[in-house]
Antibody
């Protein structure tokens, strides 16, 4: 069965960076795009960007451009999301989620990771 | 940027009744709309895509309609497990979610 397993919770100070991992299993890793979505407390989800794990191409939300980097490691079927220059407003649960069809970017997702809480606190 | 507006913010419904949730896009998105259900501490769960197609394993009491800028999600005969927050998401351009409708027990 398809599984996305994320790394554990993080607490960071303002100005620091965080790197969250998402290990995929149960399907052919290279063939499905992976999205990153975050959700601040009490808010709706916010799309951060997407990566093609096989080719490494990425598309980032304009408001995060310059602070977010998504990478993949095909040898371990793992994608990573790094966010730099953290601010209090980045406190959120961060999710990875798999796009719906192989080789296509449909932009909606049935399979999600369990979420990683990132807290930015001084 | 396409803005997604959901209404109402809170919907109070008795078990067994029907719930109708609305979602409006700031510009036409054809039928590029998905609906998700989210319970506390859980990831969103895909219910509907392409505005009206149920995702795998989703019960028939969930149905979606609409195209262009106006969309609805209807839940007939609400079950106890249906009380949750529901989000619409457009994918005509890069994904954008609404702010959600909380369906609570009346």
């Amino acid at each position: 069965q398809v599984q996305l397993v994320q790394s554990g919770a993080e607490v960071k100070k303002p100005g620091a960076s965080v790197k969250v991992s998402c290990k995929a299993s149960g399907y052919t890793f290279n063939t499905f795009y992976i999205h990153w979505v975050r959700q601040a407390p009490g808010q709706g989800p916010e799309w951060m960007g997407v990566i093609n794990p096989g080719g490494g191409s990425t598309y980032y939300a304009p408001e995060l451009q310059g602070r977010v980097t998504m990478t993949s490691d095909t040898s371990t079927s793992t994608v990573y999301m790094e966010l730099t220059s953290l601010r209090h407003g980045d406190t959120a649960v961060y999710y990875c989620a798999r796009d719906e069809f192989p080789g296509e970017l449909r932009r909606y997702c049935q399979y999600w990771g369990q979420g990683t809480l990132v807290t930015v606190s001084s | 940027e396409i803005l997604m507006t959901q209404s109402p913010a809170i919907l109070s419904v008795s078990p067994g009744e029907r719930a109708t949730l609305s979602c409006r896009a700031s510009q036409s998105i054809s039928n590029d709309l998905a609906w998700y259900q989210q319970k506390p501490g859980q990831a969103p769960r895909l219910l509907i895509y392409d505005a009206s197609t149920r995702a795998t394993g989703i019960p028939a009491r969930f149905s979606g309609r609409g195209s262009g800028t106006e969309f609805t999600l209807t839940i007939t005969s609400l079950q106890s497990e249906d009380f949750a927050v529901y989000y619409c998401q457009q994918y005509d351009s890069w994904p954008q979610f609404g702010q959600g409708t909380k369906v609570e027990i009346k």
